[in-house]
């Protein structure tokens, strides 16, 4: 049962019926439902004038969360709230709700007097923060809001800061400069006092916040280009191990000193400070010389290493011997037999660098009992243009080695991707039937030897078969094959059923497809599937749950569910959790300095748990240790989880935080791709004694 059908029931059982749920209840019920009319928000209204803070600001991120710009209204009252965590949530809310040029002048507008009125500083920073992040169009709003904001940064003069006002605005600015720097950049008076707030000291009780502080404004000042050689200076020699990965990343632009403070993060303690900075020198100063480079192949953090191999990749200089190079990746290659990940790398670096030892090497490849290193197989054989060993890899077993195959041939346009992509189309993957349905794109649209009715046809039953499995992560796939079919023969009647289909985006597009193809009274009608239903009793059951994950041969993680701010994520995680779902499933993706995800049955971005999940996205930012459900956009997750390794604030308010990690950082930490979950409990812990049962 969907939750909107959850909320009607409730509503048809009989005014008393529903009345006399809770009134969190019926809250949370309109949020999950997505309440549209006036009678499933009457719920949010009524949390509204509760004279319980808790539950108003349940109900001003619920309406938040609805991304409608004619709420904007209902939640102005709000703003002036007698609670200050009323007032931030309400804040935040209105931000969600600044949607086209009207919503965008009501929210900023609304928010802009709050800021004049506000003194509480911790509101004002979630003022200042939200008011950066609203999607401006016209350079007279982002200056009018950066003049607003920037008014708080010190100066070398400040005789006093007041700590949460600061940071929100830092926020805030780093929002304003990534969203809407094209449009208007920050101006010289904002940039100097950034970089005196990356100079602030305070309390030892105010360290993280300070840390904070420089991370973000020295983000703000990277976006705009404001980096000089003292903050450089300052941010390798900063004691936040994040500040100083930043600085890192801001020597990729042509800074005074660049290469001197590169060689200091090369040295650093922190592997995510040194990654950073081998990621900068691959970008910058590799030209020179290759010789850093090859020295971190030996780093003893592998994911150092592996970036080291891969830069090894993209050459050295013509004046400097090869000899060096060649003689470390054939040193990792002879690891084959007892690691992959540092092999698998290595292959791919010699086909670009050495592709006569590169074939050589290859066979060994081909046939590998691990799928990941096939799969690095077909990448290295299409650097070398293999078509062979691509022919056989596109027939693997595992369909992750096919679709890399795939997208192989298809990018050497062969035409042997056109046979290979229609076998495909009979596989139950449905990252490899998107790749295979853009290698059809690709080629002609009658090829030789192929009839567009073979391809028609082919095309329908697949989609007729994906169908059928009746989940809505096949949306990808789906809306895929159906662009193809748009330009194929007209064959309305194959389209028809899917006007009523379970995914209304699927719906959509096969009524646009008969509508351009003339035909009349094409209008969807889809009938969603059931999904998980929710209720207040098993959202209050995991108040104080934790989940571990231990991790074949790393040892284990814990996380704590944050249930106010994502009961729906959470309650989905921890129900898949106990039936087992995630055990033997791996972390597919690994991208160091940004996250870890995994939790897909196909260990690959498009095959997850269905139904989607809908987004819970709130106040909780991406910050390092903090977990995510991955989405391929609103409301479309299918319980992959991601963990944020780094600060991510460009993540906020667009994916859901629903737990975070509270032991067992260094095991996430030292994660490698294909690294596999033995298990997830679930621990409770008990009220009285602190203690898991």
């Given at each position: ?24 209840e ?10 549209q ?45 007698t ?10 809310a ?24 506000e ?18 169009t016209t350079?007279?709003d ?5 003049t607003?904001i ?12 007041r ?35 990356t ?10 916040k300070?840390?904070r ?53 090369l ?26 480079v ?28 090869s ?5 470390v ?9 007892y ?7 290595a ?18 490849y081909?046939?590998h ?25 596109a ?15 298809i990018?050497?346009?062969r035409?042997?991707a ?19 349905t ?8 009658a ?11 082919t095309?329908?039953?697949a ?6 499995e ?15 079919i ?20 699927v ?15 094409a ?54 959790a ?23 049955p ?83 812990r008990r ?7």
């Amino acid at each position: 049962m969907t939750a909107y059908a959850s909320l009607l029931i409730a509503m048809l059982a009989g005014p008393a019926v529903f009345q006399n749920l809770p009134l969190t209840e019926r809250m949370l019920l309109a949020e999950d439902s997505r309440a549209q009319t006036e009678a499933e928000l009457a719920p949010l209204r009524e949390g509204l004038r509760s004279p319980d803070p808790k539950v108003r600001r349940q109900a001003a991120r619920a309406i938040g969360r609805l991304e409608r710009a004619e709420l904007i209204p209902l939640l102005t009252p709000t703003l002036n709230d007698t609670d200050a965590d009323v007032r931030i949530e309400a804040a935040n809310a209105v931000g969600q709700l600044a949607r086209g040029p009207k919503g965008v002048t009501a929210a900023k507008n609304r928010l802009l007097a709050r800021a004049r009125l506000e003194r509480d500083p911790r509101v004002w920073g979630a003022v200042a923060a939200t008011l950066g992040r609203i999607p401006y169009t016209t350079a007279t709003d982002v200056q009018q809001v950066e003049t607003a904001i920037a008014g708080v940064l010190p100066t070398p003069t400040s005789a006093a800061v007041r700590l949460d006002e600061v940071l929100g605005a830092v926020e805030g600015l780093e929002s304003l400069a990534r969203q809407s720097g094209k449009i208007s950049r920050l101006s010289g008076p904002t940039l100097t006092g950034l970089r005196t707030a990356t100079e602030l000291e305070g309390r030892a009780q105010d360290a993280e916040k300070l840390a904070r502080i420089r991370r973000l404004a020295s983000l703000a000042l990277m976006v705009s280009g404001g980096v000089r050689k003292p903050e450089l200076d300052a941010g390798i020699a900063d004691p936040d191990d994040e500040v100083r990965r930043l600085a890192m990343a801001a020597a990729r632009n042509d800074v005074e000193g660049r290469e001197a403070a590169v060689t200091k993060g090369l040295a650093d303690l922190n592997p995510r400070v040194r990654f950073e900075a081998l990621q900068t020198y691959g970008r910058a100063l590799q030209k020179a010389s290759c010789d850093p480079v090859l020295a971190a192949v030996r780093d003893p953090n592998p994911h150092v290493s592996l970036l080291a191999i891969d830069l090894l990749g993209n050459g050295c200089p013509a004046a400097q011997s090869s000899a060096g190079t060649l003689q470390v990746l054939t040193e990792v290659l002879t690891q084959l037999p007892y690691a992959w990940h540092a092999p698998a790398h290595a292959l791919v670096a010699f086909a670009k660098t050495s592709p006569e030892e590169a074939r050589r090497a290859l066979p060994r490849y081909l046939t590998h009992e691990i799928w990941q290193v096939r799969m690095y197989a077909a990448r290295a054989a299409g650097v070398l243009a293999a078509l062979d060993e691509l022919n056989q890899l596109a027939r693997d077993p595992h369909d992750n080695v096919r679709e890399a195959a795939l997208g192989e041939l298809i990018t050497l346009k062969r035409p042997e991707a056109l046979p290979i992509a229609l076998d495909a189309l009979s596989r139950s993957d449905y990252q490899l039937g998107l790749t295979a349905t853009r290698a059809i794109a690709a080629a002609p649209v009658a090829p030789e030897g192929t009839e567009q009715g073979t391809v028609g046809a082919t095309l329908l039953t697949a989609l007729t078969r994906i169908t059928a499995e009746r989940r809505e992560t096949s949306r990808d796939v789906r809306m895929a094959i159906l662009g193809r079919i748009e330009v194929l023969p007209p064959q309305p009647e194959a389209l028809r059923p899917y006007l009523s289909d379970f995914d209304p985006a699927v719906a959509s597009k096969a009524a646009a497809i008969l509508e351009g193809w003339g035909q009349p009274g094409a209008v969807a009608s889809p009938r969603r599937l059931p999904s998980m239903p929710i209720t207040l009793s098993a959202v209050d059951a995991l108040r104080h749950t934790r989940l571990r994950f231990t991790m074949i041969g790393r040892g284990a993680f814990e996380m704590r569910l944050l249930m106010d701010e994502a009961p729906v994520s959470a309650l989905r995680v921890v129900t898949r959790a106990r039936e087992g779902y995630y055990n033997g499933l791996s972390f597919h993706r690994v991208a160091p300095n940004f996250v870890v995800q995994g939790g897909s049955p196909g260990a690959n971005e498009y095959m997850g748990d269905g139904p989607y999940m809908r987004d819970e996205v709130g106040l909780v930012s991406h910050r390092r240790g903090t977990v995510g459900i991955s989405t391929r956009g609103r409301d479309t997750g299918d319980a992959q989880i991601f963990i944020n390794l780094v600060d991510s604030p460009r993540l906020d308010h667009t994916y859901t935080v629903f737990a975070e990690i509270t032991s067992g950082m260094e095991v996430v930490d030292a994660l490698l791709e294909g690294d596999v979950i033995e298990s997830v409990e679930v621990l409770l812990r008990r009220s009285d004694t602190g203690g898991p049962h």
